[in-house]
């Protein structure tokens, strides 16, 4: 026997209808990229959605076909993923931080039909577009004031190009599964792979995310994004806040401490979301100018493990709340987030910034594993750690244009990390499965060794990487990026990380370098580093021999 429940498909033009209804006056502010601050609503971002959505339909994109963005958060870039899922077309966030010929590799292999993109990308563009031949059309996220003299094919400025329709149209009718947006993972190896959300993911996802121990908006919310909405989905802010009809922030270019600031101050932001770096830049603004945090209740910081020192300062110094949250590309993107169960909830001091270096506990719709190398499930007691896989309805089961299925006999992605889970289900990456040192027989975790090397007060970013020895197979080396006008000897950083983990765990080297090389999204790039340093010397290995 079937429920006798009303057949209401989850489509994601549902949500933008909702907030337009419900929360029709709230507030969507931009720094925009021609400069100034611009206001809108959500009644009025629907209303707009709806105008490209006819606008594309003129032109002729159908259910399934790919739009790409190349933008940064904006109202617009907000109106452009709800119009163009309202006809049932696909979002493509393009990452513009990638290495050119990977924009122009992505761009090709989703064979993405329309572009939209900021003022600023348009030099890169220009560059690119003999190598984009699909792209029929360049749409520039202006107005017509602010165009300018460009040579890509059928450029327009968006505000004239939807002004050429009337807004008389309705949302197109299709299937909750049907293909919603598209991103592509970094592809530290080989080429990008792209994530294909559906209607279906991204509506249950939204509605994960606001669970009260996620992000859990609500209406009287100011939710500000940091995080682009070219990273991982924009970490499903673009859904759960109209859900909850929370207002938003976006800051536009600008992602530097000053201007984030600003926003946070000027609009009254309760909650935000971005990379460690992002809030690196915005503490030592604070600190340089002495501001305070008073509107802001809660930042989430997860793409790479969250600093020990940035979740202190934040809560003892800023009265503010950090999450520490974990997730992928691959999974919509939120897996974990650490807030606190009743098990944890009295912890305080150092013993609460401990559970805190976790990246958390999964909420429903999300499930986890952790297996050997057999396959065979491990404990979870907190200290034995093995690959950690995944399931759930927002989770990917294949890469587009990839015939092979990526899950196992039981259903679950391999996220490609090593992590330890504990008996109250907290979940803690210990390593990426390719960085991880192998040192004689055993595991050493490369961020554990980070996390406590930037608790130093000379350093200002650090990795580990597994440097070949004769003995042990690999044993680690610390590199060292020290802060602005400081110095330190390898065994002043040595000693103050001596007796805080096991001692075989102790690096064998330090080498202090200018700057450590990021990928695309602010990860450290362990396979430049590894190559960097593949012939290194440790002075244990020299005297094994
Ligand atoms: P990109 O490289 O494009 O940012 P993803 O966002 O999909 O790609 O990267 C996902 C990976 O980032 C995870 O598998 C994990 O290794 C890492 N990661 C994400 N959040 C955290 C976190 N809080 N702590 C440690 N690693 C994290």
């Given at each position: ?64 076909d ?28 393009v ?25 600023t990308?348009?030099?890169l ?11 029929e ?9 602010h ?12 505000e004239?190009w ?18 919603s ?50 990273h991982a ?9 109209p ?43 604070l ?16 793409g ?6 940035v ?31 009743p098990e944890?909830?009295?912890?305080a ?5 401990d ?10 719709m ?37 015939d ?28 990426r499965?390719?960085?991880?040192i ?34 042990w ?73």
């Amino acid at each position: 026997m079937l429920g006798l429940m009303q057949d209401w498909p989850l489509l994601c033009h549902r949500i933008i209808d909702h907030a337009a209804i419900n929360h029709a006056e709230r507030p969507i502010v931009t720094r925009s990229i021609e400069g100034p601050l611009h206001a809108t609503t959500y009644a009025e971002v629907r209303a707009r959605a709806l105008r490209l959505a006819q606008r594309l339909d003129k032109d002729g994109i159908r259910l399934g076909d790919r739009v790409a963005t190349l933008a940064w958060n904006t109202w617009r870039h907000l109106e452009a993923w709800y119009g163009i899922m309202g006809i049932g077309a696909i979002y493509h966030t393009v990452n513009p931080r990638l290495f050119h010929d990977q924009i122009a590799w992505i761009v090709n292999h989703a064979e993405d039909r329309v572009m939209l993109a900021d003022l600023t990308f348009i030099p890169l563009l220009e560059k690119l577009a003999d190598k984009l031949p699909a792209i029929e059309r360049y749409v520039v996220l202006t107005d017509g004031a602010h165009m300018p003299q460009t040579s890509l094919k059928n450029a327009v400025s968006y505000e004239d190009w939807i002004s050429e329709v009337d807004g008389d149209f309705a949302w197109k009718k299709f299937d909750e599964n049907t293909a919603s947006g598209m991103c592509y993972t970094s592809g530290t190896t080989g080429n990008p792979k792209g994530v294909v959300y559906s209607h279906r993911s991204n509506v249950l996802h939204g509605l994960m995310a606001n669970n009260s121990d996620m992000k859990g908006y609500s209406s009287r919310d100011v939710v500000m994004p940091v995080v682009p909405m070219f990273h991982a989905n924009c970490w499903a802010m673009m859904f759960a806040a109209p859900i909850a009809g929370a207002s938003m922030v976006m800051p536009g270019a600008k992602l530097d401490g000053a201007s984030v600031f600003e926003l946070l101050d000027r609009y009254k932001v309760t909650c935000t979301a971005a990379v460690p770096t992002v809030w690196l830049m915005l503490l030592q603004h604070l600190e340089g100018t002495g501001s305070k945090l008073p509107h802001l209740k809660k930042v989430i910081i997860g793409g790479s493990a969250c600093p020990r020192a940035v979740a202190k300062v934040f809560q003892d110094i800023y009265g503010v709340e950090v999450i520490h949250a974990w997730g992928m590309t691959e999974m919509s993107p939120l897996g974990t987030a650490c807030t606190f169960k009743p098990e944890y909830a009295a912890l305080a001091g150092d013993a609460r910034l401990d559970i805190q270096q976790k990246q958390g506990q999964s909420p429903f719709m999300v499930e986890m594993k952790i297996i050997d190398d057999a396959g065979k499930r491990l404990p979870w007691d907190g200290k034995t750690s093995g690959r950690l896989k995944v399931r759930g309805p927002c989770v990917a089961r294949a890469y587009f244009k990839e015939d092979d299925g990526l899950l196992d006999e039981e259903g679950f992605f391999d996220t490609g990390d090593v992590s330890t889970i504990d008996r109250y289900g907290y979940m803690q990456v210990t390593d990426r499965a390719k960085d991880v040192i192998k040192s004689g027989g055993e595991w050493i975790s490369s961020i554990d060794l980070e996390n406590l090397a930037v608790g130093h007060p000379k350093v200002a970013e650090a990795a580990v990487i597994g440097v070949k020895h004769p003995k042990w197979d690999e044993r680690p080396l610390l590199v060292v990026v020290l802060r602005k006008d400081q110095s330190a000897t390898r065994d002043e950083i040595l000693k103050f990380m001596c007796g805080k983990v096991a001692n075989w765990w102790m690096p064998d080297d330090v080498v202090f370098v200018d700057e450590i090389p990021h990928t695309a999204t602010g990860k450290i790039q362990k396979t430049v580093l590894r190559e960097r340093f593949k012939n290194f010397v440790l002075p244990s290995a020299a005297a094994a021999r």
